[in-house]
């Protein structure tokens, strides 16, 4: 119903019934203003600070030790006293962790469409990349480091290996969905292998890739880590072993707070990257890789 | 519509490539079998001949060899045995003189309609040199066939912004686009509703009567062969062979309402019977 009111009708109704109308409308153009709270926007920073405050809450409550779970006021205090330790650690994680992603999205993306482009590849491929995948990766830095010695290198190289493996198993589902009638048109056209790859394979597979980036990413960090943790002098890895050999558990937990936060800026990056250049893919209903 | 005009869009323009016969398409005792020499034979002692300007139907029970039928005469597929010649050339790999069409529409969802039907443009050799210098000529081509099948100023959607309907009329675009001698279809109206689906005849009948091209139409629905086809090829059950050929006798161009004259029923029914024998002859001997 319309709460504007016709010629015709204003015409022929009483003037009480025009004033209800024309109350009516104002309102509603009143509450269309009065916009109601985002609850869903506003919903992980409520989440995120309810998670805070029922850990603050507990801790206080149950006086649990600082050695045990310091609370979070307590680990913003360490994170201010310790800040500039902790700000050259942090980068220093992200940069590992940054230059072995971009290495896994290159070979990746270039494994990716070669396992892709040829069932020979694939089949000759696809065991040995299991088998790697299945290592786990601790064990591969005492190689790295008696290859590489201490240093950026074996957090890097982790941190590649490790992130290296969603993208080509991501970027290779892609071109292997392609639809069969589909390539037959461009075939039937005369179309060679490289065409449809081109024209169909590699777009097609974009959504794939850039879907896979958000766990690369993620996974990146686990690697850097670990490596840290096993063989470095930088890196918050690092700096929570040393903080945690001297008891010094407040620093310990700063440290996987800032894990948590570079882990997050760098997720919603990713994401933010694969909804700007493959929006199609959501809009479409195309399956999501992951 | 504008006869020359369209007949400079999709028609084939040179004919008589010292071919003597009107033969476009001739497929002479084919047998094509799937997955080695132990696979499936799909076709078997396979033979028919399509005339030049021709729009001929293929009918016949699932899983005959009907879409295997049409990969052959593409090329998509080369026969273990026998020959097929198109436009008097034997078929040893694709033809680019074909456009094709499956009941999948399968436009690219990151291309625009416009872009989807430009696609072939992109592949077949003798335009894809032309088409950066000329896409303006090319651009109006496909806004044209745009019209024509009734998709005027849709171009710039993404196909995920059509109906099935509207996309499958793209996807009509898109196999006419380079101007292909040959049309195949196969099921391109399966999936669609009654209305939209008789609208898509009457958009391929005035497409075939307005041009010289000729057309190959796979089809389950034999009111649908009937409506549109000169000649129906009827085929066996797997291995497919043709087992009829059945002129269809009305006047060109059709009307819908002949599909209701008592003659168009009675040949629907004759087609419907030799198909169902042909079932029954095939369960019979998986017995
Ligand atoms: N790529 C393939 N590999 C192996 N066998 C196949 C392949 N394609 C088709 N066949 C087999 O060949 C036979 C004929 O298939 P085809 O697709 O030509 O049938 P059709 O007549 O088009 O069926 P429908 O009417 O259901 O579309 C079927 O028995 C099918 O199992
Ligand atoms: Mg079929």
């Known amino acids: ?290 | 519509m504008d006869k020359t005009r369209l007949r400079r869009l999709t028609g084939n323009g040179q004919q008589g490539t010292g071919d003597v016969s009107n033969h476009l398409v001739t497929i002479d005792d084919v047998d094509m079998r799937y997955g080695g020499p132990a696979g499936t034979l799909a076709v078997s002692g396979l033979s028919l001949h399509v005339d030049k300007g021709e729009f001929t139907a293929v009918v016949g029970p699932s899983g005959c060899g009907k879409s295997t039928l049409m990969k052959l005469v593409t090329g998509l597929h080369i026969p273990q045995q026998g020959v097929i010649t198109v436009a008097g050339r034997q078929v040893t790999e694709p033809v680019s003189i074909v456009g094709m069409a499956f009941q999948n529409p399968t436009l690219l969802p990151w291309r625009t309609t416009l872009d989807n039907i430009l696609l072939p443009l992109e592949i077949v050799q003798r335009h894809r040199r032309r088409l950066r210098a000329n896409r303006a000529e090319y651009v109006e081509r496909a806004e044209h066939l745009l019209e024509t099948v009734g998709l005027k100023g849709f171009g710039d959607k993404y196909p995920w912004e059509l109906s099935g309907g509207m996309q499958q009329r793209a996807n009509l675009c898109r196999a006419l686009i380079h101007e292909p001698d040959l049309l195949m279809l196969d099921e391109p109206f399966g999936a669609l509703d009654a209305f939209t689906r008789e609208e898509l005849w009457c958009v391929i009948r005035d497409l075939h009567h307005e041009t010289d091209v000729t057309i190959q139409l796979v089809t389950h629905d034999l009111r649908e062969a009937v409506f549109l086809a000169d000649r129906i090829f009827v085929m066996s059950a797997r291995p497919g062979r043709i087992i009829e050929t059945h002129a269809v006798p009305f006047e060109r161009p059709r009307d819908l309402e002949v599909m209701y004259t008592p003659e168009f029923t009675d040949l629907v029914h004759e087609l419907r019977g030799l198909i169902a024998a042909a079932r029954t002859e095939q369960l019979e001997a998986a017995q």
């Open chain 1, 1 to 290: 119903m319309s709460a504007e009111p016709t010629g015709a009708d204003t015409a022929s109704k009483p003037a009480e019934a025009r004033r209800v109308e024309a109350r009516q409308h104002g309102e509603a153009q009143r509450a269309a203003k009065r916009r109601p709270f985002p609850w869903v926007k506003a919903a992980p920073w409520l989440y995120t600070i309810a998670l805070f405050a029922i850990w603050e809450g507990s801790v206080r409550l149950f006086t649990v030790p600082q050695y045990v779970l310091p609370a979070p006021t307590v680990i913003l205090g360490a994170i201010i006293d310790y800040w500039p330790t902790i700000w050259t650690n942090s980068v220093q994680t992200l940069y590992t962790t940054v230059v072995g992603f971009l290495m896994a999205v290159a070979g990746g993306l270039a494994l990716g469409l070669l396992v892709g482009w040829s069932r020979f590849i694939y089949a000759g491929l696809y065991p040995l990349m299991i088998g790697f995948n299945a290592i786990p990766k601790v064990a591969v830095v005492p190689i790295l480091v008696i290859w590489f010695g201490i240093g950026d290198v074996p957090a890097i190289l982790t941190a590649f290996l490790i992130a290296f493996f969603p993208i080509v198993v991501n970027v290779a589902t892609g071109l292997a969905t392609i639809e069969p009638e589909m390539e037959d048109v461009l075939r039937a056209l005369g179309a060679k292998k490289l065409d449809v790859m081109l024209k169909v394979g590699i777009p097609r597979s974009m959504p794939y890739f850039f879907g896979s980036l958000k766990i690369a990413i993620t996974l990146a960090f686990v690697g850097s880590v670990i490596s840290e943790t096993i063989a470095a002098n930088a890196g918050l890895g690092h700096m929570m072993l040393a903080a945690q050999s001297q008891f010094n558990v407040p620093l310990v937990f700063a440290g996987l707070i800032m894990l948590a936060v570079e882990g997050i800026a760098m997720y919603a990056l990713m994401a933010w990257i694969e909804k700007r250049t493959t929006g199609w893919a959501h809009r479409s209903g195309m399956a999501q890789g992951n």
